[in-house]
């Protein structure tokens, strides 16, 4: 039995309250590259990582996929469509074969009347995730390829960093591709810059993993 209160949205419920909405979520799996839901979809299920990895979203006038965000496990995506009833404002793919728990609209609204400090838990999140999507946004309209890049390395180790003897390690595997559409710009350009963090001792490729070598020199780089 997977125990919600793992998930840090529920983790104010106690253990009765806990087994008495277990019920309403569903289990559900994707397959790498597949669609879980796409941008004017009606939002009907909030979803829940529970293994594997999400990317959200969204296409640019030029046809170029700018990732949002990525969902880790005991996350959840699809909240704030879902609260106010408008359809989803970005697209979700699994990055990676992937299993996720849901709840319907109708399930969840019943609930949060039910336990209000569940509300809090959701809002708090979802602002914290829509300061960092317009972040990201900001970022990629108005600074350079490098600063984008040294700063999504330093915000992915903050979520999913890992003291290793090499260095801060981002357990997350991402490829060059993944930082390209994460940052928008070019795979050419994401190998490029890469390469040059490369050479200066900032950062190294280990399997697909990247490995922060300098912290605060990254940083400089911001």
Known sequence: MFDITQIPIFKTLSPQEAKEISPYLLSGKFRKKESIFSEGDPSEWLYIVKKGKVKITKISHEGKEIILEIISPLEFFGGIAVIRGFPYPANAVAMEDTEVVKISRKNLLSIMDRYPGLMYCMATNIGDRIKGSHETLKSIALEKVESRIASLLIKLSDKAG?????????????????????????????????????????????????????????????
């Not at 991402?174 to 559409?181: G, P, V």
């Not at 994401?190 to 200066?200: H, V």
């Open 162 to 222: 890992e003291k290793t003897a090499e260095g801060l390690a981002i357990t997350m595997k991402l490829t060059k591709q993944d930082i390209a559409e994460m940052v928008g710009t070019t795979v050419e350009t994401s190998i490029r810059t890469m390469s040059k963090l490369n050479k200066a001792g900032l950062v190294v490729s280990r399997a697909g993993r990247f490995v922060i070598r300098d912290l605060e020199k990254l940083r400089s780089l911001t």
